[in-house]
Each structure stands twice: as structure tokens, then as C-alpha cells.
């Protein structure tokens, strides 16, 4: 089975500008959980959506958003980009709702320049 | 909401040596705890879990205890090759019903010395 995929992988913008990234889940997983890593916050909670539904979100503002559609891939939306958004943006599938083991994907380097 | 400690945050061993990271967790809520391994450059892998149920798990070279009284649960690498040089990153979450998602720690960064 192919892994979960993330595009793009690197990614510039300058503060202001909107950002969309997206996640393919593995093959048959139906949960995709989104995930902030920087230097200082190290790995961070976004939110996670199951059935085409957000489940849970983490402590993030607004500007932070996301959606899956009805095959499983997802998108997350950072909006109104600040300097303080770049990181890497790590996605992760799981075979079902509340199934906890968590399969990431390679990220995408978002730079706000 | 959970709070995940980990410790030591850079460990150095011998090759050959045995390396433990410990990470303590607050919600006793807490029933899963997967530990990942993350190399420069790459995606965080999935390297061993443990499920409350269950007091120690072993994986050939790595093994995960678990102590829910105390809300702490440690991995234990024994007999440490160069290639398990990583960071190293602990994590805890309530699975069934109203997940929040995986709480991690800071992360180790373990050196292994030739």
C-alpha cells in the first residue's frame, strides 16, 4: 500500500498571502489528523476530520481550517499568513473514527516570508 | 487538556549501550501512548505503542513499559546501532469518542557514539 502523500512538499509565501496544502490518507483510511511541527512548539494538534467532518481542532486560531472530501483526502487552509506560520505541516491517516495508531505523511515546508 | 513531559531531551550512548527516554502524562484519561522516530529530514515513524490495558510491549530491540498510577511510560532500545540515531518523540491520546488528537513531548535526540 502506498503511504500517506503531501503536497505540495516545500512551500513560500510572504505574510498576508493564503496557503492551501493537501494529504492523501493511506488507501482505505477514512481519518486524517493534521499536525503544526516548529523548533519551539515542536509537534502540535491542528485538527481531525473523519467522514468528510471535523471531529476535533486544536488550540489554533480561525485563520487555521480544513475539509476532506468524500474520497478521504483533506486540505488545510492557513489564511492571512504571519511570520510565525512557518513550520512543517504533517498530516496523518488512520483506518477509521477513534482509531488511534496514526500514519504520517512527509510533510509540506511552509516559508512566510 | 493533556500535557506530555519527556525527558532527557538529548541522550548520548555508547554503540552497544542501552537508552532510555521517559515521559510522564496528566490526563488519567489517557489510553494510548505510540512512540515515534523521527530522522532529520523525514516524516515521524511509528516505532513501538502501548494500550492502557497492557503493562510493557516488546518489539525485538525496543520495548515500552507503561505505569498508568504513576502516568508515565518509558522506551527502552537495547543494544543501540548507529542507525538509531534519531529524534525521538513520545506521545499520549484518549482514542473512543472526543479524541483530541496525539498530545506529544518536546522530544529526544539520541546520539549513538561509535
Known amino acids: 500500500k502506498a503511504g500517506v502523500t503531501q503536497t505540495p512538499r516545500y512551500l513560500i509565501k510572504t505574510r498576508g498571502q493564503q496557503v492551501t496544502l493537501s494529504c492523501s490518507p493511506i488507501?482505505?483510511?477514512?481519518?486524517v489528523s493534521w499536525y503544526q511541527q516548529t523548533p519551539g512548539q515542536g509537534l502540535q494538534f491542528l485538527f481531525e476530520?473523519?467522514?468528510?467532518?471535523?471531529?476535533n481542532k486544536g488550540n489554533f486560531p480561525g485563520r487555521f481550517s480544513g475539509r476532506q472530501f468524500s474520497n478521504s483526502r483533506s486540505e488545510m487552509n492557513v489564511s492571512t499568513l504571519e511570520l510565525g506560520d512557518s513550520a512543517l505541516y504533517l498530516c496523518?491517516?488512520?483506518?477509521?473514527?477513534?482509531?488511534?495508531?496514526?500514519?504520517f505523511g512527509p510533510g509540506t515546508r511552509l516559508t512566510v516570508l | 487538556g493533556e500535557n506530555v513531559e519527556q525527558h532527557p531531551s538529548t541522550l548520548s550512548v555508547q554503540e552497544g549501550d542501552s537508552a532510555v527516554i521517559k515521559c510522564t502524562y496528566s490526563d488519567s484519561a489517557s489510553n494510548y501512548f505510540p512512540w515515534y522516530k523521527q530522522e532529520l529530514g523525514k516524516r515521524p515513524q511509528l516505532i513501538i505503542d502501548i494500550r492502557s490495558n497492557v503493562g510493557e510491549k516488546k518489539d525485538q530491540r525496543i520495548a515500552v513499559t507503561l505505569n498508568k498510577t504513576a502516568k508515565h511510560f518509558s522506551l527502552h532500545i537495547t543494544e543501540t546501532q548507529p542507525e538509531d540515531s534519531a529524534v525521538y518523540f513520545c506521545a499520549a491520546m484518549y482514542s473512543g469518542g472526543g479524541a483530541d488528537g496525539l498530545t506529544f513531548g518536546k522530544g529526544t535526540h539520541l546520539i549513538i557514539q561509535p
Open positions: 496523518a491517516s488512520s483506518l477509521a473514527e477513534y482509531t488511534d495508531t496514526q500514519y
Open positions: 488507501s482505505g483510511h477514512r481519518s
Open positions: 476530520y473523519f467522514s468528510e467532518t471535523q471531529r
